[in-house]
Structure formats: structure tokens, C-alpha cells
């Protein structure tokens, strides 16, 4: 079959450059997937942040001239920190998800693609191809489920029965006709623990996301977090992974593969008042290079006052009342002014009272109100 030794020889080069597990898939419509993804925005499920329009995500050939393959790529990134530091009273940190931690997983997983268009290139002429990370209009998913990299799960992630669901995917579309490799089959069976465990419903049903619902979508947003997910994050401050640590795939699963991905426990569970007080140019510094960082440090600040009010953690009243009175950004304001009252503290609700008086934005003082609320 043409081709074939050329399939060999980059499944071997892959290995060499460190891609954990790749395949080949054809780059035919996917008509399942656009029906699929009509439904999503009809029902108004979608998260917005997809890029294209439904017919670009769903038909390579809009994408690329000519295409006629793509072949997809995973790798795995660790779940534990080594020594990490603690979070306690009076000194209280953030989480940011594992899937953030390390150098950006675009930048990696790009160059890992960038060398193996590299190598193909020197093989044959006439080589062209399109590659994307995340945020290109293919859905990785789904090409990785036709190319065999694993099955979709309940949860709606992609699952390698050798490397669980903690990888990052990527693709080429290429001109190329490679032989496809084989669709998995599914592994969920009769298990449901990750649509019973996520905490807002927003698994609706088995393999169908609510992205509105889903606190990872919800941790990325700039507006204010809806009142009833407030309590439900944690120390999170940026994505949330329920719906992956209790999936048995992923039981006992920490691969350190890639030096890349390793986390700095510092970056990763940050102080969160330090985090307040960061100003733009040390949040590019120092958390630029994470993927977590892609929506500015605006709704990361949001989350770590919620954390701050989860933890009901009163040290930090100072600099809430200080972003409160000061900040200019309302969320931030309203936010603020909100987890000082859940925090409870009698000198929080007086320091309210004052900035209630001298708040000029609607929503901010409806947030204030909320927070005198907690006053028993
Ligand atoms: Fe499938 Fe169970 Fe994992 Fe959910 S938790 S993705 S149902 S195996």
C-alpha cells in the first residue's frame, strides 16, 4: 500500500520526539459531529470560545486544499506535585487546573507537530499540511477518536485506555492519503461516576456538555460567576477536574513524560492575595507562560476572592476592602464586596455600608446588597 513505510517511519520518528500516542485518521467530513454541534447551539450548550463556523470545524477540506488525511497526537501531562506548598489559615493559596500547569501545551504540542512536518517533508515532495493546537476549528476530539488515540467518554473527554484522560491532543491535516487507523471501542460501559459527580449538572447526559454549567468554562469567564456555583469552586482558580479525577481511567495515572509539563508549585498554587495585588506587567512575568493565563489575570483575581470567601479566610479582609472601595474594574469590585460579607466579620458589613454610599455601578451594588445579606 503507498504510504505505508512512510505511516512507519513517522510512528517511529514520533516516538523519538517524544509524541506519547498518535494516529491516522481520514480527513473526511464529520457529519456526525456537525449535527452534534447544530444541537449544542440550538439547546445554547456551546461555550463561545470555539473558533470557525459549524461547516469549517466540521469538513477539513474547508481548512486545507486538498486534504485527504490527519493524523493526531497526545500527550500525557503529570497529576501530582512533588512538595507542593500548603495552603493554610492565614496564608491561603489557589489551584490552578493540572491541565494549565507547566509551559503553555499549544507552544509544545506546536512544536512536536512543526517536527514532524519537518520529517515528512524530507520524504516526499509535495507535502502540505495545516496543524492546530486547542484552538484551531477542528474538534481534537474528534479527529482523535477517529484516529483511534482513545474513545470519547460520558464525560465528553477523550480517553486512552493506556494514559487516561490527563493529555493534551493535537493534528495535522495533511495531503496525504495514509490508511486510517481504527476507532476504539467505547469504555464507559455501565459507568456513571463522572456525570454523578460533577457538581452542577453540567454533564446533561451522557456524553452532551452544558459548557454554560461547567465550572472549567465558568472559571474562564470576565463577568461575575453565577451566585449558585460560588461555593462549588474551591481553592480553583482556574478550570475544575471532577468529572476526570473520578474516572477510573485516570485512577493512580501520573505521567511525568515531558519535562515541559512539569508543574513550579508556586505557579501553580499561588498565594491568593499575592494574586490580588499583582499588578499587569508581574502577572505577564510570572504566569504568561501558562495556558490558565490565556484570559488575563481579570478572571483568575475573581476566583481567588471566591476562594478567599471560601475559606472565609479574614487575614485577607484588608485587601478586600481595598479592591472594593479601589478597583476599577466592577467584577472585581462587586466580587470583593461579596466575600466580605460571606467572610462575616462585623468591620466587613460596616466597610460595605461606607462603599455603598459612593458606588455608582448597578451591578456592583446589587452584589454589595448580597453581601450585607450574610449579616445575621
Ligand atoms: Fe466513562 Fe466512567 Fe470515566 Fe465517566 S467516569 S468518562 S462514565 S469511565
Given at each position: 500500500m503507498a504510504y505505508e513505510k512512510l505511516k512507519e517511519e513517522i510512528i517511529l520518528y514520533s516516538k523519538e520526539?517524544?509524541?506519547?500516542?498518535?494516529?491516522?485518521?481520514?480527513?473526511?467530513?464529520?457529519?456526525?459531529?456537525?449535527?452534534?454541534?447544530?444541537?449544542?447551539?440550538?439547546?445554547?450548550?456551546?461555550?463561545?470560545?470555539?473558533?470557525?463556523?459549524?461547516?469549517?470545524?466540521?469538513?477539513?477540506?474547508?481548512?486545507?486544499?486538498?486534504?485527504?488525511?490527519?493524523?493526531?497526537?497526545?500527550?500525557?501531562?503529570?497529576?501530582?506535585?512533588?512538595?507542593?506548598?500548603?495552603?493554610?489559615?492565614?496564608?491561603?493559596?489557589?489551584?490552578?487546573c493540572r491541565a494549565s500547569w507547566g509551559t503553555d501545551y499549544h507552544i509544545v504540542l506546536e512544536e512536536k507537530l512543526t517536527k514532524l512536518a519537518d520529517f515528512i517533508n524530507q520524504k516526499i515532495d509535495g507535502f502540505a499540511y495545516r496543524s492546530m493546537v486547542d484552538t484551531g476549528e477542528l474538534s481534537d476530539r474528534a479527529v482523535a477518536e477517529r484516529a483511534g488515540i482513545g474513545f470519547s467518554g460520558k464525560n465528553t473527554l477523550m480517553i486512552s485506555p493506556e494514559l487516561g484522560s490527563y493529555i493534551y491532543l493535537g493534528e495535522m491535516i495533511t495531503n496525504i492519503p495514509f490508511q486510517p487507523d481504527l476507532p476504539l471501542d467505547d469504555g464507559c460501559g455501565d459507568c456513571t461516576k463522572c456525570l454523578d459527580a460533577c457538581p452542577t449538572g453540567a454533564l446533561v447526559e451522557p456524553g452532551r456538555l452544558n459548557a454554560q454549567q461547567c465550572l472549567a468554562f465558568l472559571t474562564q469567564t470576565k463577568g461575575f460567576m453565577p451566585d449558585e456555583h460560588r461555593d462549588k469552586l474551591g481553592n480553583l482558580i482556574y478550570g475544575f477536574e471532577t468529572c476526570q479525577v473520578v474516572c477510573p481511567y485516570n485512577k493512580g495515572v501520573d505521567l511525568h513524560y515531558h519535562k515541559e509539563f512539569e508543574p513550579d508549585p508556586d505557579l501553580v498554587k499561588p498565594r491568593l492575595v499575592d494574586l490580588l495585588k499583582i499588578t499587569n506587567r508581574e502577572f505577564k512575568e510570572k504566569?504568561?507562560?501558562?495556558?490558565?493565563?490565556?484570559?488575563?489575570?481579570?478572571?483568575?483575581?475573581?476566583?481567588?476572592?471566591?476562594?478567599?470567601?471560601?475559606?472565609?479566610?479574614?487575614?485577607?479582609?484588608?485587601?478586600?476592602?481595598?479592591?472594593?472601595?479601589?478597583?476599577?474594574?466592577?467584577?472585581?469590585?462587586?466580587?470583593?464586596?461579596?466575600?466580605?460579607?460571606?467572610?462575616?466579620?462585623?468591620?466587613?458589613?460596616?466597610?460595605?455600608?461606607?462603599?455603598?454610599?459612593?458606588?455608582?455601578?448597578?451591578?456592583?451594588?446589587?452584589?454589595?446588597?448580597?453581601?450585607?445579606?450574610?449579616?445575621?
Open positions: 520526539i517524544g509524541i506519547d500516542k498518535i494516529g491516522f485518521a481520514s480527513a473526511a467530513p464529520f457529519s456526525q459531529l456537525k449535527a452534534r454541534l447544530e444541537e449544542q447551539q440550538e439547546l445554547g450548550y456551546a461555550s463561545g470560545f470555539e473558533k470557525g463556523t459549524i461547516e469549517e470545524r466540521t469538513e477539513p477540506t474547508r481548512l486545507m486544499k486538498g486534504a485527504e488525511s490527519i493524523i493526531a497526537i497526545a500527550l500525557a501531562y503529570p497529576t501530582r506535585i512533588k512538595n507542593g506548598p500548603k495552603s493554610v489559615k492565614g496564608d491561603r493559596r489557589g489551584m490552578f504566569f504568561g507562560k501558562m495556558s490558565g493565563s490565556w484570559r488575563g489575570k481579570k478572571p483568575l483575581q475573581r476566583n481567588a476572592i471566591l476562594a478567599l470567601a471560601h475559606y472565609k479566610e479574614t487575614s485577607a479582609l484588608g485587601e478586600l476592602i481595598r479592591l472594593m472601595e479601589e478597583d476599577p474594574r466592577p467584577v472585581i469590585r462587586g466580587t470583593a464586596a461579596w466575600a466580605i460579607g460571606k467572610i462575616g466579620i462585623e468591620e466587613g458589613f460596616e466597610k460595605i455600608k461606607e462603599a455603598m454610599v459612593k458606588e455608582n455601578d448597578k451591578e456592583v451594588i446589587e452584589e454589595m446588597k448580597k453581601g450585607l445579606a450574610f449579616q445575621k
